[in-house]
Structure formats: structure tokens, C-alpha cells
């Protein structure tokens, strides 16, 4: 039987790149949404390249939203074996001008849902002696970015969380890793007015963009068996951008 694999926020580019990927390799894909009828187009357009994803309306932010996520996924597609916190927000603006609300919001989505997904997974994983919980931080948590204080200390938050519970559950056959993409040509990066694309280019040593299926491959490796020996990482996937 093959291996489930799920997925928060999987419609967005990277998101989706992952999905796909992991299919790809042989797992069934479940992933989440956050606003109620999004899921419509994209399963069509997903069907129409031949995947078939299970896709739950949940707010990740919602720690009871993401237990009743659990019990519905379990029953209706089986125990989740690997996970891939991958669902976030920014609310950019400089600290000065940052509302408690636009702190609140981002820690909640981008840092709080790391334990309300994987709190009704996790038992689930160390006793069948197998699971991958596999974090999706940004090269912004690692060096910081002007305009995202909030985005920044959450993402950069995500890797504390990965260190622990590695530690935790290592002997259990779970392994727990961060990966910290730089900047990928998503929709909304190829929407940046073109001079600003290029400024961000000229500070990557490989000078280009990310793809998606590059965080993707990232991913479906950190997913598999051979990946057991891997825990407690963030692997950088920049292009140089930040070296440390």
C-alpha cells in the first residue's frame, strides 16, 4: 500500500510542486486548503495532468479545525506517514508600522500550525516505527528581511521546532528536517515588476530564480527511506543567496 503523504497549503506554487512530486514518486497526496472553493479549479486542473489529490478544507491556524482534519483524513484516506508543513502568510511592513494583528496572524499560520498539524500525526508515526515530518521555512528565517519581522521570527521559529522533536523521535524511525527555499519563481515572484525580478537575481550567485520542482525533488528525497539518516537539518535551497 502506498505510503500517504500530507500536504498544508499545497494549491500555491510550491505547494503544488510538491504534490505532484510526491505522486510522482508513489505516494497518495492529501492536501489542505484555506478558503472554501479554491479546491474546485485546481483538482480539475490537477486531473487534467493525471493526479488525483484528496483535498480538506482547514485553517491551519485552528488547533481543533486540525484535529477534526486528522480524524477525517484516517478514516477516509488512511494514517499519514509523512508531512509537509508547507501552508504560511506574510503580512510584510516595517516594525514601526506592524499592527499586533499582522504579528498575530502570521505566527499563528506560519508557526503555531507546525504543532496543530503534526500533534495528531506524530503518535500515529512513532508507532508504526516510520514518519518524515518535513518543515517549509525560508531563506528569510535564516538571514532576516527588512519589512518581515513577523514572517522572519516565524520562519526562523520553525527550525527550534524541527531540532527538538528530532530529537524526540529519532530512535522512533522519525525523521524531522527544515527546508529553507531562497527565492522561487512562483506566480507571485514572476508578478514583481521586472527591474525589481532582476535586482533579486543579480544577488543570486547562480543568478536565476529557484524552480518549484527543485524544492520539490527536495522534498520527495527527504520523504523516502533512504533519507533515515537525515534529521534535525535545514537544508538551504537558495542558490547561494545565503551561505552560512
Not at 90 to 102: G, H, L, P, W
Not at 118 to 137: A, L
Not at 156 to 182: C, W
Not at 191 to 208: L, S, T
Amino acid at each position: 500500500m502506498a505510503r500517504i503523504a500530507l500536504v498544508t497549503g499545497g494549491m500555491g506554487g510550491i505547494g503544488t510542486a510538491i504534490c505532484q512530486k510526491l505522486a510522482d514518486a508513489g505516494y497518495t497526496v492529501v492536501t489542505t486548503y484555506s478558503r472554501p472553493g479554491k479546491e474546485i479549479q485546481w483538482l480539475a486542473d490537477q486531473k487534467e495532468k493525471g493526479y488525483l489529490f484528496h483535498a480538506y478544507q482547514c485553517d491551519v491556524a485552528d488547533y481543533d479545525a486540525c484535529q477534526a482534519l486528522a480524524v477525517r483524513i484516517t478514516a477516509e484516506v488512511g494514517q499519514v506517514d509523512i508531512l509537509v508543513n508547507n501552508a504560511g502568510i506574510t503580512k510584510d511592513t516595517t516594525f514601526r508600522k506592524m499592527s499586533k494583528v499582522d504579528w498575530d496572524v502570521v505566527m499563528r499560520t506560519d508557526l503555531d500550525s507546525l504543532f496543530n498539524v503534526t500533534k495528531p500525526f506524530i503518535d500515529g508515526m512513532t508507532d508504526r516505527n516510520f514518519g518524515r515530518v518535513i518543515n517549509i521555512s525560508s531563506i528569510n528565517g535564516q538571514k532576516g528581511q527588512f519589512g518581515q519581522t513577523n514572517y522572519s521570527a516565524a520562519k526562523a521559529g520553525m527550525h527550534g521546532f524541527t531540532k527538538s522533536l528530532a530529537q524526540e523521535v529519532a530512535k522512533k524511525g522519525v525523521t524531522v528536517n527544515t527546508v529553507s527555499p531562497g527565492y522561487i519563481a512562483t506566480e507571485m515572484v514572476m508578478a514583481v515588476k521586472e527591474e525589481i525580478r532582476q535586482a533579486i537575481i543579480a544577488g543570486i550567485p547562480v543568478n536565476r530564480l529557484g524552480l518549484p520542482e527543485e524544492v520539490a525533488e527536495l522534498v520527495t528525497y527527504l520523504a523516502g527511506e533512504r533519507a533515515g539518516f537525515i534529521t534535525g537539518s535545514n537544508i538551504a535551497i537558495n542558490g547561494g543567496q545565503h551561505m552560512f
